[in-house]
């Protein structure tokens, strides 16, 4: 059913490269920069060079936090970039442990802490670290298309923005990457094992981010939808008119913009920014009643992308000739899945999934 399925939407091929030739996996390093560089032409815009240093600053700290299990810092991140430095915050929460612990870096829609999208409590408890950021103190989310402010101001050049730009998607992605250059340097940190999460269009930057950064052990998406984890072609979620009718089109490139009406041929689609994770990790979460982010294009994508994993000897994601149920969490493969029940939100039930998604793989990961 699902192979049919599949068939029936008739996506872009994952290995096909550029000079008609199919992949193999010694080739498999040259066909992930030709897709990269199609989801950057075409959606989400030309990453800027990373800086050379990335300076942190500890302006507070609490070694005593959540009932003295964890230390807090708040961290200020400071860059150079071609039109002067640039810094944002971000906080870091690590259990006090004596050996080096996971992290997962969470780009966060609020600077709270608790917060209703992220149990820090529950995540020390099950032995991981946290760092995370409020994605509008690098780019302020103002659906209007105004570039003056934030990280993007800081590498425009004139008024005209080039059609691939990077949009802010790109912006957020390129913050998380800055703070896992600081999250190298300390040694309280597995560095083996730091994944990238975000919920909504902060799913679809931690899948950009991942896809870009092979520093990063697993990207998590939680109900990132169209542009994200669900692949548009055949989709029933969103389409880029919404996008567009929302002034949310400034995530992405300006070209973006362009394929209006167009989704079912598109010269890219979601499973190949999957497909560029390969070799490393993938967590995926949907919910039942989240028709915007289309919980079934959603996992297509998964199953699609599976080939890059395929043609590494790996097994992608590891699921029946089904869809899956409510509750349903597979987590065999270097791509995982869970389907719960609810609509769109970043739950705790999302999290625990995750979190066990990366228990079972950071043991069968090789060290």
Same mark, same amino acid.
């Given at each position: 059913?699902?192979?049919?399925?599949?068939?029936?939407?008739?996506?872009?091929?994952?290995?096909?490269?550029?000079?008609?030739?199919?992949?193999?996996?010694?080739?498999?390093?040259?066909?992930?920069?030709?897709?990269?560089?199609?989801?950057?032409?075409?959606?989400?815009?030309?990453?800027?060079?990373?800086? +050379?240093?990335?300076? %942190?600053?500890?302006?507070?700290?609490?070694?005593?936090?959540?009932? *003295?299990? /964890?230390?807090?810092? &708040? =961290?200020?991140?400071?860059?150079?970039?071609?039109?002067?430095?640039?810094?944002?915050?971000?906080?870091?929460?690590?259990?006090?442990?004596?050996?080096?612990?996971?992290?997962?870096?969470?780009?966060?829609?609020?600077?709270?802490?608790?917060?209703?999208?992220?149990?820090?409590?529950?995540?020390?408890?099950?032995?991981?670290?946290?760092?995370?950021?409020?994605?509008?103190?690098?780019?302020?989310?103002?659906?209007?298309? +105004?570039?003056?402010? %934030?990280?993007?101001?800081?590498?425009?050049?004139?008024?005209?923005? *080039?059609? /691939?730009?990077?949009? &802010? =998607?790109?912006?957020?992605?390129?913050?998380?990457?800055?703070?896992?250059?600081?999250?190298?340097?300390?040694?309280?940190?597995?560095?083996?094992?730091?994944?990238?999460?975000?919920?909504?269009?902060?799913?679809?930057?931690?899948?950009?981010?991942?896809?870009?950064?092979?520093?990063?052990?697993?990207?998590?998406?939680?109900?990132?939808?169209?542009?994200?984890?669900?692949?548009?072609?055949?989709?029933?979620?969103?389409?880029?008119?919404?996008?567009?009718?929302?002034?949310?089109?400034?995530?992405?490139?300006?070209?973006?913009?362009?394929?209006?009406?167009?989704?079912?041929?598109?010269?890219?689609?979601?499973?190949?920014?999957?497909?560029?994770?390969?070799?490393?990790?993938?967590?995926?979460?949907?919910?039942?009643?989240?028709?915007?982010?289309?919980?079934?294009?959603?996992?297509?994508?998964?199953?699609?992308?599976?080939?890059?994993?395929?043609?590494?000897?790996?097994?992608?994601?590891?699921?029946?000739?089904?869809?899956?149920?409510?509750?349903?969490?597979?987590?065999?493969?270097?791509?995982?899945?869970?389907?719960?029940?609810?609509?769109?939100?970043?739950?705790?039930?999302?999290?625990?999934?995750?979190?066990?998604?990366?228990?079972?793989?950071?043991?069968?990961?090789?060290?």
């Amino acid at each position: 059913m699902l192979r049919e399925d599949l068939r029936e939407r008739a996506l872009l091929p994952v290995l096909m490269m550029q000079d008609g030739l199919v992949a193999t996996a010694a080739q498999w390093p040259r066909r992930r920069p030709e897709l990269l560089n199609v989801l950057e032409e075409n959606i989400y815009g030309y990453t800027r060079p990373a800086p +050379d240093t990335v300076y %942190g600053q500890i302006g507070e700290e609490n070694s005593a936090f959540l009932a *003295d299990k /964890a230390i807090f810092r &708040r =961290i200020n991140l400071r860059f150079t970039t071609p039109n002067g430095g640039f810094s944002f915050p971000f906080s870091l929460v690590l259990p006090k442990s004596e050996q080096p612990v996971p992290l997962i870096l969470h780009i966060a829609f609020r600077p709270d802490l608790p917060d209703r999208y992220m149990p820090a409590e529950e995540i020390i408890d099950q032995g991981f670290g946290l760092a995370y950021f409020y994605y509008m103190d690098v780019s302020p989310d103002s659906l209007d298309g +105004d570039y003056s402010r %934030g990280l993007g101001a800081c590498f425009r050049k004139g008024e005209q923005r *080039d059609p /691939a730009a990077w949009g &802010r =998607i790109g912006h957020w992605a390129y913050a998380a990457s800055r703070v896992m250059d600081y999250l190298q340097t300390l040694p309280e940190v597995d560095h083996r094992y730091v994944s990238v999460a975000g919920h909504s269009r902060l799913g679809k930057t931690a899948l950009w981010c991942g896809a870009q950064d092979k520093r990063f052990f697993c990207s998590i998406s939680n109900d990132s939808g169209f542009a994200g984890a669900a692949v548009a072609k055949g989709g029933r979620g969103e389409k880029i008119s919404d996008f567009i009718r929302a002034g949310s089109w400034d995530w992405f490139c300006e070209r973006f913009k362009t394929y209006l009406g167009q989704e079912d041929d598109l010269p890219y689609d979601q499973h190949l920014l999957l497909a560029c994770i390969a070799p490393r990790r993938i967590c995926v979460g949907s919910a039942q009643k989240d028709i915007g982010a289309d919980p079934k294009s959603e996992f297509l994508s998964c199953l699609a992308a599976s080939e890059s994993y395929h043609l590494l000897g790996l097994q992608g994601l590891v699921t029946p000739d089904q869809y899956p149920e409510p509750g349903t969490r597979l987590h065999e493969g270097e791509i995982g899945y869970h389907l719960r029940t609810g609509t769109h939100f970043f739950s705790r039930t999302d999290w625990l999934a995750y979190m066990a998604y990366l228990k079972k793989h950071m043991n069968q990961a090789p060290v």
